[in-house]
């Protein structure tokens, strides 16, 4: 792996943020061993929106995101979902969807503030069309997965919708 290096022992660690939830709402014991019993195979994880270039500087890049996902999920599914025109070498993906950039809107309210909501249902919806598992992860290309233990809090919320 380019740039940064994993630290093995963050995989297995205890995830106090579960535990509390678990002391607060005991029934949510059934939601989360729902979640640990997911196998990595039944997930498609989308990385949606532009792809973040690695930095000398930074280990937050659209390169690393997806090598700690194929070290740590290693049978899933991985969609990168992003812009026409983007530069996309060097990325290690199962699908790729370029859709065209619906662009930011924006709203006055002491100056001029940008909202990307439509650029992330535009590519997390074309990214949920081509996914094929069961269990879909929806992120942006710039966030550093350290271990499986989010998963547990991601389905805390599990709905389930019909994707057209």
Do not use: C
Not at 34 to 48: P, R, Y
Not at 112 to 141: C, D, E, F, H, W
């Amino acid at each position: 792996m380019q740039g940064y290096q994993l630290n093995p022992s963050w995989f297995n660690a205890p995830n106090p943020v579960v535990e509390d939830l678990l002391h607060r709402n005991p029934r949510r014991t059934k939601i989360i061993t729902l979640a640990m019993k997911v196998n990595n195979e039944n997930i498609s994880f989308i990385i949606q929106g532009p792809i973040i270039q690695p930095s000398k500087n930074s280990p937050f890049s659209t390169v690393n995101s997806i090598n700690n996902l194929r070290h740590i999920f290693p049978k899933s599914e991985i969609i990168v979902s992003t812009w026409e025109n983007t530069h996309i070498n060097n990325i290690d993906y199962d699908h790729i969807v370029l859709s065209k950039d619906p662009g930011a809107i924006s709203f006055t309210k002491k100056g001029i503030t940008y909202n990307n909501v439509n650029r992330q249902i535009v590519s997390t919806l074309a990214g949920l069309r081509v996914a094929t598992r069961p269990y879909v992860v929806k992120m942006r290309g710039d966030i550093l997965v350290t271990g499986k233990n989010f998963i547990s809090i991601s389905f805390l919320g599990l709905r389930s919708i019909a994707i057209r």
